[in-house]
T-cell receptor, first 112, second 114 residues
Framework: DTGVSQNPRHKITKRGQNVTFRCDPI?????LYWYRQTLGQGPEFLTY????????KSRLLSDRFSAERPKGSFSTLEIQRTEQGDSAMYLCASSQDYDEQYFGPGTRLTVT | KNQVEQSPQSLIILEGKNCTLQCNYTVSPFSNLRWYKQDTGRGPVSLTIMTFSENTKSNGRYTATLDADTKQSSLHITASQLSDSASYICVVSADGGATNKLIFGTGTLLAVQP
Protein backbone atom coordinates (compact mmCIF):
# COMPACT_ATOMS: atom_id res chain seq x y z
CA ASP A 1 0.00 0.00 0.00
CA THR A 2 1.57 3.26 -1.08
CA GLY A 3 -0.88 5.62 0.64
CA VAL A 4 -0.48 7.63 3.81
CA SER A 5 -0.48 5.47 6.93
CA GLN A 6 -0.99 6.44 10.55
CA ASN A 7 -0.41 4.58 13.78
CA PRO A 8 -2.03 3.82 16.04
CA ARG A 9 -5.53 4.00 14.62
CA HIS A 10 -7.05 4.37 18.05
CA LYS A 11 -5.58 5.53 21.34
CA ILE A 12 -7.28 5.74 24.72
CA THR A 13 -5.34 7.48 27.44
CA LYS A 14 -5.92 8.97 30.84
CA ARG A 15 -5.80 12.69 31.38
CA GLY A 16 -2.29 13.86 32.12
CA GLN A 17 -0.54 11.14 30.15
CA ASN A 18 1.64 11.76 27.11
CA VAL A 19 0.81 10.26 23.72
CA THR A 20 2.68 10.06 20.44
CA PHE A 21 1.27 9.42 16.99
CA ARG A 22 3.13 8.48 13.86
CA CYS A 23 2.48 9.34 10.22
CA ASP A 24 4.18 7.75 7.22
CA PRO A 25 3.53 9.85 4.12
CA ILE A 26 3.57 8.80 0.49
CA UNK A 27 7.27 8.21 -0.07
CA UNK A 28 7.97 10.79 -2.76
CA UNK A 29 5.99 13.59 -1.09
CA UNK A 30 8.01 16.42 0.41
CA UNK A 31 5.18 18.06 2.37
CA LEU A 32 3.46 16.62 5.40
CA TYR A 33 0.49 18.15 7.24
CA TRP A 34 -1.21 17.50 10.56
CA TYR A 35 -4.89 18.27 11.14
CA ARG A 36 -7.27 17.81 14.04
CA GLN A 37 -10.93 16.93 13.57
CA THR A 38 -13.54 16.93 16.30
CA LEU A 39 -16.91 15.23 15.97
CA GLY A 40 -19.19 16.91 13.45
CA GLN A 41 -16.55 19.38 12.35
CA GLY A 42 -14.20 19.60 9.43
CA PRO A 43 -10.46 19.12 9.95
CA GLU A 44 -8.48 22.08 11.29
CA PHE A 45 -4.90 22.75 10.28
CA LEU A 46 -2.28 22.22 12.98
CA THR A 47 1.11 22.32 11.31
CA TYR A 48 3.05 21.35 8.22
CA UNK A 49 6.55 20.34 7.16
CA UNK A 50 8.47 20.85 3.97
CA UNK A 51 10.98 18.01 4.11
CA UNK A 52 12.31 18.14 7.68
CA UNK A 53 11.54 21.82 8.26
CA UNK A 54 8.42 22.75 10.21
CA UNK A 55 7.27 25.84 8.34
CA UNK A 56 4.01 26.79 9.99
CA LYS A 57 2.15 26.11 13.21
CA SER A 58 -1.47 26.97 13.95
CA ARG A 59 -2.48 28.78 17.10
CA LEU A 60 -4.35 25.55 17.89
CA LEU A 61 -0.98 23.93 18.50
CA SER A 62 -0.44 24.72 22.17
CA ASP A 63 2.86 24.30 24.01
CA ARG A 64 1.82 20.77 24.94
CA PHE A 65 1.92 19.75 21.29
CA SER A 66 5.12 19.06 19.39
CA ALA A 67 5.65 17.65 15.93
CA GLU A 68 8.81 16.41 14.28
CA ARG A 69 9.88 15.07 10.93
CA PRO A 70 13.53 14.33 11.63
CA LYS A 71 14.60 12.86 8.30
CA GLY A 72 12.00 14.38 6.07
CA SER A 73 10.10 11.12 5.85
CA PHE A 74 7.81 9.99 8.69
CA SER A 75 6.50 12.43 11.27
CA THR A 76 5.47 12.19 14.90
CA LEU A 77 2.97 14.29 16.81
CA GLU A 78 3.32 14.25 20.58
CA ILE A 79 0.81 15.59 23.06
CA GLN A 80 2.04 16.08 26.60
CA ARG A 81 -0.18 16.15 29.68
CA THR A 82 -3.27 15.29 27.68
CA GLU A 83 -6.57 16.97 28.48
CA GLN A 84 -10.09 15.84 27.71
CA GLY A 85 -10.35 18.59 25.13
CA ASP A 86 -7.59 16.89 23.15
CA SER A 87 -9.99 14.07 22.27
CA ALA A 88 -10.28 14.18 18.50
CA MET A 89 -9.26 12.52 15.26
CA TYR A 90 -5.73 13.48 14.27
CA LEU A 91 -5.27 13.38 10.52
CA CYS A 92 -2.04 13.41 8.57
CA ALA A 93 -1.78 14.34 4.90
CA SER A 94 1.07 14.54 2.43
CA SER A 95 1.65 16.23 -0.90
CA GLN A 96 4.33 17.00 -3.42
CA ASP A 97 4.77 20.76 -3.22
CA TYR A 98 1.42 22.46 -3.93
CA ASP A 99 -0.19 19.38 -5.43
CA GLU A 100 -3.16 17.60 -3.93
CA GLN A 101 -2.98 16.49 -0.31
CA TYR A 102 -3.61 12.81 0.34
CA PHE A 103 -4.97 11.96 3.76
CA GLY A 104 -4.24 9.05 6.04
CA PRO A 105 -6.96 7.16 7.94
CA GLY A 106 -6.37 9.18 11.10
CA THR A 107 -5.66 8.38 14.73
CA ARG A 108 -8.63 8.69 17.03
CA LEU A 109 -7.61 9.88 20.49
CA THR A 110 -9.88 9.50 23.49
CA VAL A 111 -8.77 11.12 26.74
CA THR A 112 -10.62 9.81 29.78
CA LYS B 1 -12.07 35.67 8.25
CA ASN B 2 -11.71 32.75 5.84
CA GLN B 3 -14.76 30.56 6.18
CA VAL B 4 -16.45 27.70 4.36
CA GLU B 5 -20.10 26.99 5.09
CA GLN B 6 -22.08 24.00 3.93
CA SER B 7 -25.73 23.08 3.75
CA PRO B 8 -27.63 21.11 4.60
CA GLN B 9 -25.93 19.85 7.73
CA SER B 10 -27.39 16.40 7.13
CA LEU B 11 -29.48 14.73 4.49
CA ILE B 12 -31.35 11.45 4.14
CA ILE B 13 -32.29 10.16 0.69
CA LEU B 14 -33.49 6.90 -0.79
CA GLU B 15 -31.19 4.75 -2.86
CA GLY B 16 -31.32 5.69 -6.53
CA LYS B 17 -32.34 9.30 -5.89
CA ASN B 18 -30.28 12.38 -6.75
CA CYS B 19 -29.16 15.06 -4.32
CA THR B 20 -27.30 18.36 -4.30
CA LEU B 21 -25.05 19.66 -1.54
CA GLN B 22 -24.18 23.35 -1.21
CA CYS B 23 -21.03 25.21 -0.23
CA ASN B 24 -20.50 28.95 0.28
CA TYR B 25 -17.09 30.38 1.00
CA THR B 26 -15.44 33.62 1.99
CA VAL B 27 -11.83 32.83 1.32
CA SER B 28 -9.26 35.16 -0.12
CA PRO B 29 -7.10 34.82 -2.06
CA PHE B 30 -8.85 31.89 -3.67
CA SER B 31 -6.72 29.14 -5.15
CA ASN B 32 -8.99 26.15 -5.68
CA LEU B 33 -12.03 24.35 -4.29
CA ARG B 34 -12.26 20.65 -3.59
CA TRP B 35 -14.94 18.27 -2.52
CA TYR B 36 -13.92 15.40 -0.28
CA LYS B 37 -15.80 12.29 0.79
CA GLN B 38 -15.11 11.10 4.30
CA ASP B 39 -16.37 7.72 5.45
CA THR B 40 -16.91 7.34 9.18
CA GLY B 41 -13.62 6.83 10.98
CA ARG B 42 -11.53 7.37 7.84
CA GLY B 43 -9.54 10.19 6.32
CA PRO B 44 -11.05 12.40 3.59
CA VAL B 45 -10.71 11.27 -0.03
CA SER B 46 -10.73 13.81 -2.85
CA LEU B 47 -13.62 13.71 -5.32
CA THR B 48 -13.06 16.84 -7.43
CA ILE B 49 -10.85 19.89 -7.55
CA MET B 50 -11.65 23.10 -9.41
CA THR B 51 -9.63 26.23 -10.01
CA PHE B 52 -10.96 29.74 -10.50
CA SER B 53 -11.49 29.28 -14.24
CA GLU B 54 -13.40 26.01 -14.02
CA ASN B 55 -17.13 26.00 -13.39
CA THR B 56 -17.90 22.29 -13.53
CA LYS B 57 -16.04 19.04 -12.93
CA SER B 58 -17.34 15.48 -12.97
CA ASN B 59 -16.10 12.30 -11.38
CA GLY B 60 -18.43 9.43 -12.20
CA ARG B 61 -21.76 10.08 -10.51
CA TYR B 62 -20.38 13.16 -8.77
CA THR B 63 -20.59 16.56 -10.50
CA ALA B 64 -19.25 19.69 -8.85
CA THR B 65 -19.99 23.25 -9.94
CA LEU B 66 -18.25 26.47 -9.02
CA ASP B 67 -19.42 30.07 -9.32
CA ALA B 68 -16.40 32.15 -8.39
CA ASP B 69 -18.38 35.38 -8.65
CA THR B 70 -20.93 34.42 -6.00
CA LYS B 71 -18.41 32.18 -4.19
CA GLN B 72 -20.69 29.20 -4.27
CA SER B 73 -20.18 25.57 -5.15
CA SER B 74 -22.42 22.55 -5.32
CA LEU B 75 -21.90 18.81 -5.44
CA HIS B 76 -24.55 16.82 -7.28
CA ILE B 77 -24.78 13.07 -6.75
CA THR B 78 -26.82 11.13 -9.25
CA ALA B 79 -28.39 7.70 -8.81
CA SER B 80 -27.25 7.45 -5.22
CA GLN B 81 -25.95 4.19 -3.81
CA LEU B 82 -25.76 2.92 -0.25
CA SER B 83 -21.98 3.35 -0.39
CA ASP B 84 -22.46 7.08 -0.91
CA SER B 85 -23.38 7.36 2.77
CA ALA B 86 -20.61 9.54 4.18
CA SER B 87 -19.70 13.08 5.11
CA TYR B 88 -19.03 15.36 2.14
CA ILE B 89 -16.67 18.19 2.89
CA CYS B 90 -16.11 21.32 0.84
CA VAL B 91 -12.53 22.56 1.10
CA VAL B 92 -11.07 25.81 -0.20
CA SER B 93 -7.38 26.42 -0.63
CA ALA B 94 -6.78 29.81 0.92
CA ASP B 95 -3.37 30.42 -0.51
CA GLY B 96 -1.71 28.99 -3.57
CA GLY B 97 1.63 30.16 -2.29
CA ALA B 98 3.90 28.86 0.44
CA THR B 99 1.34 27.37 2.77
CA ASN B 100 -1.28 25.83 0.50
CA LYS B 101 -3.44 25.67 3.58
CA LEU B 102 -6.88 24.13 3.27
CA ILE B 103 -9.98 25.65 4.87
CA PHE B 104 -12.53 22.93 5.56
CA GLY B 105 -16.27 23.23 5.84
CA THR B 106 -18.07 21.29 8.55
CA GLY B 107 -19.45 18.85 6.02
CA THR B 108 -22.83 17.48 5.00
CA LEU B 109 -23.64 14.10 6.45
CA LEU B 110 -25.43 12.06 3.79
CA ALA B 111 -27.34 8.90 4.59
CA VAL B 112 -28.60 6.80 1.69
CA GLN B 113 -31.33 4.40 2.71
CA PRO B 114 -32.54 1.32 0.82
Amino acid sequence: DTGVSQNPRHKITKRGQNVTFRCDPISEHNRLYWYRQTLGQGPEFLTYFQNEAQLEKSRLLSDRFSAERPKGSFSTLEIQRTEQGDSAMYLCASSQDYDEQYFGPGTRLTVT
Amino acid sequence: KNQVEQSPQSLIILEGKNCTLQCNYTVSPFSNLRWYKQDTGRGPVSLTIMTFSENTKSNGRYTATLDADTKQSSLHITASQLSDSASYICVVSADGGATNKLIFGTGTLLAVQP
